[in-house]
């Protein structure tokens, strides 16, 4: 059975560390998502502008498994489908701000995805992920529907600066309780 976090406010998406640190893209990613893909009809359910089996924006079939069959997403009769690999057929439609740091390199720029399964004509989950090697996915959270209605009523600059500060803080605290724990060694020792 996959266990996966549920991120229902921003300072949780934050703490997730996804799309963090530059050069990745997966924050601006989201905002257009929020702002530019979907939107939210009065049932409170997210629904697509463009649907994801069309390929726009770079969208295709996502296959729910990794070579030891393990599943990334739960395992669900549903269709799921991918979008954010900066290299896909059609990701040069997405916004410049979301490619603007694409390095076509082995870096972290093109490590983030969201993932979306799809029921009808609306998006009955989202996900999003990160690759931990070119063919695994390391960290994957559900974000909810409240919290993309959160980020949609943010501005992009506003909504980076709340989570990126957030991370700067919550990463500072991990790095100071991990230096806290570790041995002092005041010793000095060189070779000639």
Not at 67 to 88: F, H, I, M, R, S
Not at 121 to 135: A, C, K, N, T
Request: charged share 25%.
């Amino acid at each position: 059975m996959v266990n996966i976090e549920t991120l229902n406010e921003l300072s949780q998406l934050s703490r997730s560390g996804f799309g963090q640190p530059p050069p990745r893209h997966g924050l601006n990613l989201l905002y257009w998502f929020a702002h530019e893909f979907v939107d939210i009809d009065t049932f409170g359910r997210l629904v697509p502008k463009v649907s994801p089996k069309n390929g726009a924006y770079g969208f295709h079939r996502f296959h729910n498994f990794q070579d030891d069959d393990e599943y990334t997403l739960p395992n669900q009769k549903l269709l799921y489908y991918e979008v954010g690999n900066l290299n896909a057929s059609g990701a040069d439609k997405l916004p410049f701000y979301v490619r603007k740091d694409f390095t076509n390199f082995a870096d972290d720029s093109n490590k983030d995805r969201i993932m979306v399964r799809l029921k009808d004509d609306y998006l009955d989950r989202v996900y999003i992920s990160e690759h931990s090697d070119p063919s695994r996915f390391g960290r994957t959270c559900r974000i909810t529907q409240g919290l993309i209605a959160n980020i949609k009523r943010l501005e992009r600059e506003e909504f980076l600066r709340q989570v990126k500060s957030s991370y700067q803080f919550h990463h500072q605290a991990y790095i100071n309780s991990y230096t806290e724990t570790q041995p002092k060694n005041d010793s000095w020792c060189s070779i000639l």
